[in-house]
């Protein structure tokens, strides 16, 4: 950290108290939407505390310290008019509502950001990923928001938001365009030539690239009826997209503000501020948390009337905590199920191409950011494209690994590859394709329980019944793959009743293991057989130890069911094991004794109070991950190969050296988690890792991420002694509460506080009929009289 960054970070901690102390003593009344009626907002800073934050905006560099750095209008150009879309092939053979058109950036502003160049065709292709499309009111025209990502030439990743909607054509121009080209379609569907062309396509097969799949239903009279523009009867609409180009994924923040900024358009005349106050307050008045810190933003509301709605973004601390998250991980596990993710993990982790298919751009975009956030402390170094545009379909022949994500709406998306090494997750059938002779992840079953007890405790809604099916063409050879027998098999369906059976014994039994040890409440207990009153406390490494004698001194007190008697109706009953974990193994006998508790409905969460419970849920989740790869490698430092040259020489040639210990790593772990480890060990991920670890020596700053693995290891060698070398026994997440107490913090005690939008025009408009182009005078650069009072 440079001195201008402790500066500004001091700065910030002195507005701390102040706004801490005005956050307890104010308090306002809200809608169930999160959100207060205007005439209740007051002012969150005083002038002397905006004139402060004012100078921490000066200081602060503003590549790292803006939330937005572009807000960016595509849609269709009135004065170029209707131009097909060549990247998206050849579809002449569709309805003129079916094929795509080129977009174009409309507007965006500012107009240059010197840390982030405007790449105008990228950032329209991402926008309108499905091109420039027509509808009428018979489709469904509702506005859908998504989120994309792109990598700079640098390496550094960029991010979008985008929210997509139709807005009604009155150019006769364009109507006419669209009335001739759909004539032009119907003359030839009647002469014959697109009933040639269908014919070759059965020919070549049913994954022909030449023709969408889509089009094998255009003869059916809904999809036809639905397809045809009559000029005289129906409204014509056009999409359009209005987006934000940002450097930190704070996800929820930005659909907030794209969803209400385009609710609070004004479409008769009425209260509310004008649409350049919302953007302009976006782009260069809200801040960026610095690490360990947060801020309080408003937002756009839901109604033009209405109060700005205040959101908390929060930045966690790297030292000690892992990084920035903002897209739920419970919508993963909703969308694919627990051993899904576990199987889409292993192919990730093993470098293989996944291939990601879905009709909702978001939930292939919240797969993919999820699925490599849990990697962690790996970094997916390989191409990364969760959103594939049209124009760039050629990657998917690339014989490299990637992540990629396609919509199934496109034709490149139902031709499924037959490589060895490819993944394919179809996310909306819950199906997974995957590659061959796949090896188990290590403790798999009883990693898949823990994660399940923990989106129990969230009451995570998903589904447990069906979950997905999974193909494998090397399932029929039977057997298990990798040594890890035949219950841990990637090859095992989901949908096995002993699979489930399994998963659900092995929950539960975490469930007891993390959450609970059963001890005596009071000192007067019956000696003669009573009923034994106990209850529950938190579990700790320590405390699991004492499990085998806390069993044997209740059996004593015949307290629990053995050989003696029962016990009486409605008390619980358990049966300890004598092992050293106090594994539960009659798991129905107590479900059937347990007192069933009454359900009582939770209050409905608001969208905002969602968010923040997303934030948690994120956090639990990713601990667990984190641990199991903090015991996997928790003596990998032992491992490593340090260099006796300097650095310059070892930069030269660490291609050609061998910089870790495989075989011996190898060796000192169990057999049957062999060939999992045997495979990552050879993938760059690892090999990142193990250059970072050895550049450490050399760095006044090692890397972030290896930093807090590395502290991670210390604790688990504190727990278990320095000597530790192999783990074989399954230890569960002990430190998930001590890293939620620092997102608790940040949410309870704000850093500081933006001011909310206010009005920047003299004259606003009354009402519009479409989102128009905004005032770049006061968009192109931020005003003085606002950033310097």
């Given at each position: ?22 956050s307890?003593t ?6 169930h939407?999160g959100q207060?009626?205007a ?14 934050l004012?100078?921490?905006k000066?200081?602060a560099?503003?590549q790292?310290s ?17 131009e ?10 569709c309805?003129?509502l079916?094929r795509?058109?080129?977009?174009k950036?409309?507007?965006h502003y ?15 292709m991402l926008?309108l990923?499905q091109?420039l499309?027509?509808r ?5 025209i509702?506005p ?5 990502a792109t ?5 550094k990743?960029?991010?979008g938001?985008?929210?997509v909607f ?6 006769r121009?364009?109507?006419g ?18 009933t040639?062309?269908?014919?070759r ?12 799949r ?5 003869g059916q009279?809904?999809?036809?009826a ?12 056009v999409?359009k997209?209005?987006?934000l180009i940002?450097?930190?994924?704070y996800a ?5 503000f794209?969803?209400n900024l ?10 509310g501020i004008?649409?350049e106050?919302y ?15 947060s801020i ?7 109604e ?7 959101l908390?973004?929060q930045?966690?601390?790297?030292a ?10 419970r919508?993963?596990f909703?969308y694919?199920g627990?051993e899904?993710?576990?199987q ?8 293989n191409?996944?291939l990601l ?9 919240i ?17 990364y494209?969760?959103?594939?545009p049209?124009?760039l379909?050629?990657f998917?022949?690339?014989p490299?690994?990637f ?12 031709k ?15 199906l997974?394709?995957l ?17 399940s007890?923990v989106?129990?405790?969230?009451e995570?809604?998903?589904?447990r019944?069906?979950?997905p ?5 090397y399932?029929g050879?039977?057997g298990s793959?990798g040594?890890?027998g035949?219950?841990d098999?990637?090859i095992?369906s989901c ?7 399994a ?6 039994r975490?469930?007891?293991?993390q959450?609970?040890v ?9 000696p ?9 406390l ?7 130890d ?6 044997d001194?209740?059996?004593r ?11 009486p109706v409605?008390?619980?009953t358990?049966?300890l ?7 539960y ?8 004794t347990m007192p069933v508790?009454r359900r009582?409905?939770k209050?409905?969460l608001s969208v ?5 419970q997303d ?13 199991r790869?903090?015991h ?5 430092e032992y ?12 930069l030269s ?5 061998q910089?870790?210990?495989k ?5 000192d772990?169990?057999?049957h988690?062999?060939a ?6 050879e993938s760059?991920?690892f090999?990142?890792l193990?250059d ?9 700053l090692?890397?972030?991420q290896?930093?807090l ?8 060698r504190r727990?278990?002694?320095e000597?530790?070398i ?7 997440c002990v ?7 620092g997102?608790?913090k940040?949410?309870?005690?704000i ?5 909310p939008p ?6 606003r408009a ?5 989102f128009p ?5 006061v968009?192109n650069?931020?005003c ?6």
């Amino acid at each position: 950290m440079t001195t201008r960054d402790n500066v500004v970070s001091s700065r910030l901690s002195k507005l701390m108290l102040n706004n801490a102390t005005s956050s307890s003593t104010t308090s306002t009344a809200t809608t169930h939407n999160g959100q207060t009626p205007a005439s209740m907002v007051q002012s969150p800073t005083s002038p002397g505390e905006q004139s402060e934050l004012n100078q921490l905006k000066r200081d602060a560099d503003p590549q790292f310290s803006r939330f937005a750095d572009y807000f960016v209008i595509c849609g269709l150009d009135l004065d170029t008019g209707l131009e097909p879309d060549r990247f998206a092939g050849d579809n002449l053979h569709c309805s003129p509502l079916d094929r795509a058109y080129k977009s174009k950036p409309l507007a965006h502003y500012p107009e240059h950001v010197a840390w982030n160049p405007f790449d105008a065709h990228g950032i329209c292709m991402l926008s309108l990923p499905q091109g420039l499309r027509f509808r009428t009111q018979k489709h469904n025209i509702e506005p859908r928001f998504h989120s994309f990502a792109t990598t700079r030439e640098d390496g550094k990743r960029c991010y979008g938001f985008s929210l997509v909607f139709y807005e009604e054509i009155r150019n006769r121009n364009i109507c006419g365009a669209i009335h001739t080209l759909q004539s032009m379609f119907i003359t030839e569907l009647s002469n014959g030539q697109q009933t040639h062309s269908l014919s070759r396509v059965k020919q070549d097969g049913p994954v022909s690239r030449s023709l969408p799949r889509h089009f094998k239903v255009a003869g059916q009279a809904p999809q036809s009826a639905q397809s045809y523009y009559d000029i005289n009867k129906d409204k014509l609409y056009v999409a359009k997209s209005i987006s934000l180009i940002c450097q930190a994924p704070y996800a929820f923040a930005a659909q907030i503000f794209l969803k209400n900024l385009y609710r609070c358009l004004p479409r008769q005349p009425g209260a509310g501020i004008s649409l350049e106050s919302y953007v302009y307050n976006i782009l260069y008045e809200v801040m960026l948390p610095q690490p360990g810190k947060s801020i309080r933003v408003y937002l756009p509301p839901t109604e033009p009337h209405m109060a700005a709605i205040a959101l908390i973004l929060q930045r966690p601390l790297l030292a000690t905590e892992l990084p920035l998250l903002d897209f739920p991980l419970r919508l993963l596990f909703k969308y694919l199920g627990v051993e899904c993710v576990i199987q889409l993990l292993t192919c990730v982790l093993l470098e293989n191409q996944v291939l990601l298919r879905s009709t909702d751009y978001q939930r292939l975009m919240i797969v993919g950011e999820c699925i490599t956030s849990l990697l962690f402390p790996f970094v997916w170094p390989h191409v990364y494209a969760p959103i594939l545009p049209a124009a760039l379909h050629h990657f998917l022949d690339a014989p490299v690994p990637f992540v990629m994500g396609l919509h199934a709406g496109c034709e490149a998306a139902h031709k499924i590859g037959s490589e060895a090494a490819l993944c394919f997750v179809d996310i909306d059938k819950k199906l997974i394709q995957l590659p061959e002779e796949m090896p188990v992840f290590p403790h798999k079953q009883d990693f898949m329980a823990e994660i399940s007890s923990v989106l129990d405790k969230f009451e995570i809604e998903r589904d447990r019944d069906q979950e997905p099916s999974l193909k494998n063409g090397y399932a029929g050879r039977g057997g298990s793959v990798g040594g890890g027998g035949g219950v841990d098999a990637m090859i095992s369906s989901c949908t096995l009743p002993t699979g489930l059976q399994a998963a659900r014994r092995s929950k539960e039994r975490f469930q007891q293991l993390q959450e609970t040890v059963y001890t005596l409440s009071g000192p007067g207990q019956s000696p003669g057989g009573g009923p034994v009153d106990y209850q529950p406390l938190t579990a700790h490494p320590s405390k699991i130890d004492h499990v085998p004698r806390i069993a044997d001194f209740l059996r004593r007190k015949g307290g629990i069911r053995g050989t003696q008697g029962g016990s009486p109706v409605g008390s619980p009953t358990v049966s300890l094991s004598s092992s050293p974990v106090g594994v539960y193994h009659d798991v129905d006998a107590v479900d059937a004794t347990m007192p069933v508790p009454r359900r009582t409905e939770k209050p409905k969460l608001s969208v905002v109070e969602q968010y923040y419970q997303d934030l948690r849920i994120n956090n639990s989740v990713r601990e667990v991950f984190l641990n199991r790869f903090v015991h996997m490698f928790h003596a990998y430092e032992y491992f490593v190969i340090y260099p006796n040259q300097a650095k310059d020489e070892w930069l030269s040639n660490r291609e050609t050296l061998q910089n870790f210990d495989k075989s011996s790593f190898l060796s000192d772990q169990p057999e049957h988690h062999r060939a999992f480890l045997s495979r990552f060990l050879e993938s760059q991920m690892f090999a990142t890792l193990i250059d970072n670890k050895i550049l450490s020596m050399w760095e006044s700053l090692p890397d972030e991420q290896l930093q807090l693995f590395d502290h991670r290891v210390k604790l688990l060698r504190r727990r278990h002694g320095e000597n530790m070398i192999c783990a074989t026994s399954y230890e569960p997440c002990v430190l998930s509460q001590d890293s939620q107490q620092g997102f608790e913090k940040r949410l309870n005690c704000i850093d500081i506080e933006v001011t909310p939008p206010s009005e920047i025009l003299s004259n606003r408009a009354a009402y519009f009929r479409s989102f128009p182009l905004l005032e770049k005078g006061v968009l192109n650069q931020e005003c003085a009289s606002r950033s310097h009072p």
